[in-house]
């Protein structure tokens, strides 16, 4: 079992950066992957470019997908390309056991909309 995630361009007026988590087999015991949003160019301090976003993705059995969905601040001011990651850590299943993450750092890229 492998959990897995992929980099993601956004419009500063989408609204919000979606990631979606995946496994690689539909599992056969609840898993747990715990994520956050630290830093990068984009800051979650004020002024904002996207809200600081943490918790826990619950794989039911059977469920191969999960999405972290982060707010973003879409501002009246000119700013160049900037990003922040996603972290994907401490996959577990039921037991307790580790499951493995292909990709634990994603990168979002906020592309401003303002001229």
Do not use: C, W
């Amino acid at each position: 079992m492998i959990v897995s995630a992929h980099n993601l361009i956004v419009s500063e007026s989408d609204g919000y950066a979606e990631f979606t988590v995946r496994l690689s087999a539909p599992a056969s015991s609840p898993i747990t992957v715990k994520y956050n949003t630290p830093g990068g160019s984009a800051s979650y301090y004020s002024p904002a470019d996207y809200v600081n976003t943490y918790g826990t993705l619950t794989f039911a059995v059977g469920t191969t997908t999960q999405t972290v969905r982060v707010p973003l601040n879409d501002d009246i001011t000119v700013e160049d390309t900037e990003s922040f990651y996603l972290e994907l850590h401490t996959a577990r299943d039921a037991s307790g056991n580790v499951v493995k993450i292909a990709n634990n750092k994603l990168i979002a890229t906020i592309i401003d909309n303002d001229t």
